[in-house]
């Protein structure tokens, strides 16, 4: 079965301190794979997404993804966050030509000031 | 790029009863989404919304409860009929495919508790 899994649900850090989220997929065939993001208040948006070639794909506000095909993951990685990063973060997969995009059930960090 | 307009963006209802929800969407668009995220859960799939013909329903989702409308390339309606308060959750609407390079692009959402 198609499904999406984020290892943390909540995530407390500093300022100034490395992030990493974790997200293996289950998808069978090629995906696409995505990082979206909702701020407090605001709409879901795009963070970052890889559909093929380097698999180091960078994003907005200093975050990257790294997808590692043998352990179907895309692991989420900012070296020092900051308080504006606090949010909600959800790993996605789809398989491309319009197919459904399936989602992690989400991960609120929470950066101290 | 899209940007959506989703109202109303949220609502106390009385069980039984029905919502409509109203997405538009400022460019004409071939796929639009119906999400439902409930608390502490991921964006699950209601359906999906072409132009023309019938929204195509996700397991677990029917369009007796979930009916959708879809009358032109800016616009679609999710109605939840027959409340119950398990229900209440957000529901968003978003647009997709090749046209947007396959990213998804969504509405404000809709919270919706039923007492």
């Known amino acids: 079965a198609q499904s999406v899994s984020q290892h943390n649900h909540h995530v407390i850090l500093s300022e100034a301190a490395s992030l990493e989220l974790g997200c293996n997929y289950s998808y069978g065939g090629t995906v696409n794979l995505f990082w979206y993001v909702q701020y407090p208040g605001q709409h879901l948006q795009l963070l970052l997404k890889?559909?093929?070639?380097?698999?180091l794909v960078k994003g907005i506000k200093g975050f990257e993804a790294e997808f590692i095909k043998s352990k179907f993951s895309f692991n989420l990685r900012k070296p020092s966050v900051q308080w504006s990063d606090t949010a909600e973060y959800f790993c996605?997969?789809?398989?491309?030509?319009?197919?459904?995009?399936?989602f992690g059930a989400g991960t609120r960090l929470f950066v101290k000031a | 790029s899209a940007v959506i307009s989703q109202k109303p963006s949220r609502d106390i209802c009385q069980r039984g009863t029905s919502l409509t929800i109203q997405c538009q969407v400022d460019?004409?668009?071939?796929?639009m989404f119906w999400y439902r995220q409930q608390p502490g859960q991921s964006l699950t799939l209601i359906a999906t919304?072409?132009?023309?013909?019938?929204?195509?329903?996700e397991s677990g989702f029917v369009i007796d409860k979930f009916p959708i409308s879809r009358p032109n390339l800016t616009f679609s309606t999710l109605t939840v009929s027959n409340m119950s308060p398990e229900d209440s959750s957000i529901y968003l609407c978003?647009?997709?495919?090749?046209?947007?390079?396959?990213?998804?692009?969504f509405g404000s959402g809709t919270q919706l508790s039923v007492l």
């Open positions: 978003s647009v997709g495919g090749q046209e947007f390079g396959e990213k998804l692009f």
């Open positions: 996605a997969v789809n398989g491309g030509g319009g197919f459904k995009t399936i």
């Open positions: 890889y559909f093929s070639g380097d698999p």
């Open positions: 919304a072409n132009q023309g013909s019938e929204a195509t329903y």
């Open positions: 460019s004409q668009v071939t796929m």
